[in-house]
């Protein structure tokens, strides 16, 4: 019988992972430099001295590369592979194990449905592929972003119809062919469709801001902070749907309404990094971020949880599960 190739659920065990780095002075503005510190925290903390992963911090050039260099901690690995922008996780490979061996997918990227398109993005997934060792690299003819899908390890996804039907990524496939490609290509079995995602996320919805798997059929959904919470509505939906599908849904808490700029933007504890030796979730300056950390860490018990600020990078459009990507070990 001819073993599934399948992509593991994040908290299985990791080799290394990709982080990117920010490296695009004009695209970053003032918020450069803060940002840069928060991803080299969020690389440290992955690292943990050693007894996490091997970090592969990305950047896009070598002046970069030297800027990241004097900021982490010595054993983190800084690479230079020419990007577009940090968001890994959705530019970078899917890397899929039957149980041994190990193969590389690299979906089409579009910029977010042709929001950014920005030059080195839409091949980067391949090229890290190709440098990765594994079994094989290939490449898929559709559009699929990482941070649009989470998996439980057991052939099921969850996703949003907002992104993944959305005509800005492939107009031409529909929701029964796009089941089939995913089962095809990361041997997914099983999806549960939500409805949509976060307010004013650039993404469309992308799942890595709303629900996360933590457990075989368990799935953590947040709960509204007050009746100001502009994601109210979405996150009541998203709960009912994952309870009608037949999954044990976890409650977690929301950061509530978040403003820059006197803006509502999509921040979200959702979007945390499950590594080896730590769960590393973002923070706002908002009067839940203690709550989610410890809610977290009740999850992770046997890993350490932590929390960084993670404004600057949030002005980029994500947080620290959007740029990275993790490789399970062999």
């Known amino acids: 019988m001819n073993r599934i190739e399948r992509q593991p659920p994040e908290w299985a065990p990791h080799e290394s992972v990709w982080i990117g780095f920010p490296s695009h002075a004009d695209l970053w503005e003032d918020d450069l430099e803060p940002a840069r510190a928060e991803v080299a925290a969020f690389a440290d903390a992955v690292h943990a ?18 800027a990241a260099r004097a900021l982490v901690q010595p054993g983190v690995d800084v690479i230079v592979a020419p990007f577009g922008d940090i968001w890994l996780r959705d530019t970078g490979p899917i890397i899929v194990s039957d149980g041994g061996a190990r193969a590389a997918r690299a979906f089409l990227f579009n910029g977010w449905g042709g929001k950014y398109r920005l030059a080195g993005d839409d091949d980067l997934a391949l090229r890290l592929a190709k ?32 992104c993944l039907l959305n005509p800005n990524r492939n107009p031409n496939l529909s929701q029964a062919e796009i089941e089939a490609r ?34 075989e059929g368990r799935i953590a959904i947040p709960e509204p902070a007050g009746a100001d919470d502009p994601n109210a509505t979405v996150y009541r939906d998203a709960q009912a749907r994952a309870r009608a599908f037949g999954l044990a849904v976890v409650p977690l808490p929301s950061p509530g ?67 990275s990507q993790q490789v399970p070990v062999a």
């Open 131 to 162: 440098s990765g060792g594994f079994s094989e690299a290939r490449r898929c003819k559709y559009v699929l972003e990482g941070g649009a899908i989470d998996v439980d390890g057991t052939g099921l996804a969850v996703t949003t119809e907002q």
């Open 49 to 66: 001295g050693g007894a996490g992963e091997t970090v592969r911090l990305v950047a896009a050039d070598t002046e970069s590369a030297d």
């Open 257 to 323: 309404r978040v403003l820059r700029d006197g803006e509502i933007i999509p921040a979200s504890y959702m979007n945390f990094y499950i590594g080896n030796a730590a769960v590393v979730v973002p923070l706002y300056g908002a009067a839940n971020d203690q709550a989610a950390v410890d809610a977290i860490q009740a999850l992770f018990p046997t890993r350490r949880v932590v929390g960084f600020r993670a404004d600057h990078i949030l002005t980029g459009g994500g947080s620290f599960h959007c740029i």
């Open 182 to 215: 995913l089962l095809g290509d990361l041997g997914l079995d099983r999806v549960l469709w939500l409805g949509d995602g976060l307010l004013n996320d650039h993404t469309d919805g992308h799942v890595d801001n709303l629900a996360r798997f933590v457990g």
